[in-house]
């Protein structure tokens, strides 16, 4: 059977065929032989009994006159069935009165039974039947049959089975061989188209379909399975090759990022989205005279100055929290000890989902950029100090000035003719002048300075501060002054009442033939809010829009429009001292906006004395 299993299908088809028409032949010609030889037996039977009933009744007359003659010539005649081996007539005291004999045969006459019998012996069949005369038994017959007929026809229909079971066997054998392609070939086909897949790896082979039936469905089947692989394995291939090429990208780019980092004169560094360090470059290595395990080991915050930890770490931790970039000035120390300053600025760097995947960051050394800041700060305060120290005492004689001048116009008035009247006016309006920019360069030098701790103030509150100051010139110039609610910010509530005071003085000074209309409001922008003051004035040029934030810069010199040129240098001070910035929107006769933005929390400023 195993071997039946590994064979072809083509010869498996044959075999069965084979052996189902052989086993069916067979099977039907045992049948018919052996339910022949069934009813044979039956007529034999009946044919015998028949016999010996005729054969009986001829014997009678010669039983009764005890003519031997007469009864052997009556079992003469049986002569004509060869297969009767033996008849004998016996008297009713079992003597033979006649007998026969096949020519040939061995005499051996049964004896006479008491009863009629018909049954199978080992000799034959053996009929005995009772001889009668007027229903009084007078004798018995006895005949004896040999089964030979029988084996003589078994053997002719064997013979006949056997060849018609070899004709058959020949004709399935030609008939199988023609029709066997019918099922074997699709299916041969099957097998080499996936042998052909197997081997090559080819997806683009497809199988023939020779039929309608299952196994045109199994090729179609096949087939389609092959298109499905096929359009699979190409997209994968399509995607390996994607991947392939993006690794190759991204190793492209890692490269070029080493080969940048470690030719650039600062100290690159890179760091997990958790904020530790991965990545140092050459220049830190050689800076901090460390290995690249040790900075990675045992932090980069080892090299800070113990003063710039603090501030240092926080907002570091503030910016991995929050993803904004990192900017801070530290001091780092170098291999020999010694510490200097460095810029460092560290940005997160975020994949196509928005998450940060790194933080690249570098530290420019500004020490001596740092150093010269310092003497440039000493030099500013002390310019500062002398600016303050000037202002200040040039005020009193200043003041001596203006009263002197009043005292002389008042008392010599009409002593004075008609120049030396205008000369003093001159003289009144010069000290006046004078006096008004000593303050504005006094307020302009304490602009800079922050006193004391910042809390949050009410801008709405510094507003109406501010607009108070500036009542007797809204009502002269009939100006209109709209605002919106305004928010707590963190600025000193001098500084800002400075700024309102001297854009909206602007907003009503700069004015068109129109009443003025003034709109303040404040906007959120991230951390920090933008305040907007809108005039519709006479605006001013784009091109001077910078300049006007320089000290004593002043677009309009005729008398119409008094003033020093300070005002809005005075208000970039102030802004910028808090880390905010002031800006200028504007065109010629459509009004101005300025703004200026004050962050939200209190920036990091050093209180100064100036
Ligand atoms: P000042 O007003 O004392 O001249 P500022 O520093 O306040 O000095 O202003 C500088 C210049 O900017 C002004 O001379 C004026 O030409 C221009 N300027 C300021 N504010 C406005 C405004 N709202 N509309 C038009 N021009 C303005």
Not at 6 to 19: A, D, S
Request: glycine share 6%; with cysteine; hydrophobic share 40%.
């Amino acid at each position: 059977m195993f071997r039946l299993k590994n064979i072809p299908i083509k010869q498996k088809l044959m075999i069965i065929i084979m052996v189902t028409t052989a086993s069916a032949l067979l099977l039907s010609g045992v049948g018919i032989v052996a339910f022949d030889s069934l009813l044979f037996r039956q007529s034999l039977e009946r044919d015998l009994s028949t016999l010996a009933q005729i054969i009986a009744d001829n014997s009678t007359a010669a039983l009764a006159f005890n003519d031997p003659q007469s009864a052997s010539e009556t079992l003469a005649a049986l002569r004509a069935r060869p297969h009767l081996v033996d008849a004998c007539v016996y008297r009713t005291d079992g003597t033979a009165l006649a007998s026969y004999t096949r020519p040939g045969a061995r005499s051996a006459c049964p004896a006479a039974e008491a009863r009629d019998a018909l049954r199978f012996t080992s000799r034959g069949l053996l009929v005995s039947r009772a001889i009668l005369l007027s229903g009084r038994r007078i004798g018995t017959l006895v005949l004896l049959y040999d089964l030979g007929e029988i084996s003589e026809r078994m053997k002719l229909y064997g013979a006949t089975v056997v060849a018609v079971l070899l004709v058959s066997s020949l004709i399935a054998l030609l008939l199988s061989s023609m029709l066997r392609a019918v099922i074997a070939t699709p299916i041969s086909q099957l097998v080499r188209a996936t042998t052909s897949v197997s081997e090559t790896g080819d997806y683009s082979v497809r199988a023939q379909r020779l039929s309608g039936d299952e196994l045109g469905v199994l090729v179609d089947r096949f087939n389609g399975m092959l298109a499905g692989i096929q359009s699979r394995e190409s997209s994968l291939r399509r995607a390996l090759r994607d991947r392939e090429e993006a690794l190759q990208d991204a190793k492209k780019a890692h490269e070029r990022f080493r080969f940048m980092a470690e030719s650039m004169p600062q100290k690159i560094f890179t760091a997990t989205p958790g904020g530790e360090g991965d990545y140092f470059n050459r220049q830190w290595i050689e800076y901090t005279g460390m290995t690249l395990e040790q900075i990675k080991d045992e932090g980069w915050t080892q090299y800070l100055h113990p003063d710039d930890l603090d501030t240092t770490v926080e907002s570091w931790r503030r910016s991995i929290e929050t993803g904004e970039p990192f900017h801070a000035q530290q001091r780092v120390r170098r291999v020999d000890g010694v510490y200097r300053w460095h810029l460092c600025r560290a940005r997160a760097m975020r994949d196509a989902q928005g998450n940060i995947s790194l933080w690249i960051g570098s530290n420019t050394e500004i020490h001596e950029q740092k150093e010269k800041e310092e003497e440039l700060r000493q030099a500013n305060e002390d310019l500062q100090q002398f600016a303050y120290s000037a202002s200040h005492d040039l005020q009193e004689p200043i003041r001596n000035v203006a009263v002197y001048s009043e005292i002389i116009s008042k008392r010599y008035y009409n002593v004075l003719d008609s120049d030396g009247r205008q000369f003093l006016g001159f003289l009144t309006e010069g000290g006046r002048r004078l006096a008004t920019l000593i303050d504005d360069l006094l307020t302009y030098t304490r602009a800079g300075v922050i006193e004391g701790d910042l809390t949050a103030v009410d801008s709405s509150a510094v507003l109406q501060h501010a607009l108070s100051s500036l009542a007797e010139a809204i009502r002269e110039n009939d100006a209109s002054v709209a605002y919106d609610a305004l928010p707590q910010v963190c600025m000193g509530e001098s500084h800002l009442q400075q700024v309102f005071q001297n854009l909206i003085g602007n907003a009503l000074k700069y004015r068109r033939e129109d009443p003025p209309q003034i709109y303040i409001s404040a906007v959120h922008l991230g951390a920090t809010w933008r305040f907007s003051v809108r005039d519709n004035g006479i605006g001013i040029d784009p091109h001077y829009k910078e300049v006007i934030f320089g000290v004593f810069k002043r677009l309009h010199r005729d008398q119409k429009y008094s003033g020093t040129g300070i005002g809005l240098a005075i208000c970039q001070r102030v802004v910028e001292r808090y880390g905010g910035r002031i800006w200028v929107e504007s065109s010629p006769g459509e009004g101005a906006t300025f703004f200026f933005t004050v962050p939200e929390h209190a920036p990091r400023v050093q209180s100064a004395t100036a």
